[in-house]
């Protein structure tokens, strides 16, 4: 009875010890992309406000009830490439290309 507790154990601290790492929150991955794309502390604070202003602005679209889904999509397509300009506007054309990529590495599903 001891060894099969015991070895229930051992196998119970070996998964626990080999088990997958908790993901990074969003505002760390967000933070050690910035560091890749050595921006400065003016513009991190820039692409934080900007980043802020774009889940605002998405999700007052989204929850305008005087609009239809086809003018919903209009605008939030409009939306984006507004963010797009500012983005544009804040990086340098590596950054922007980084982040376009940090972007859509998010966005592919986990397989």
Do not use: H
């Amino acid at each position: 009875m001891k060894k099969i507790v015991l070895v229930c154990s051992l196998i119970l601290m070996a998964s626990t010890s080999f088990a997958q790492s908790k993901p990074k929150d969003m505002k760390t991955l967000r933070d050690s992309i910035f560091t890749v794309m050595k921006l400065s502390t003016a513009n991190r604070q820039k692409m934080r406000d900007l980043i802020a202003e774009n889940g605002k602005t998405q999700k007052a679209i989204k929850d305008d009830p005087a609009l239809f889904y086809d003018q919903r999509q209009e605008k939030l397509e409009a939306w984006k490439k507004e963010i797009t300009t500012k983005e544009k506007a804040i990086l340098t054309p590596e950054q922007f290309q980084i982040w376009r990529d940090f972007a859509k590495s998010l966005n592919k599903p986990k397989s």
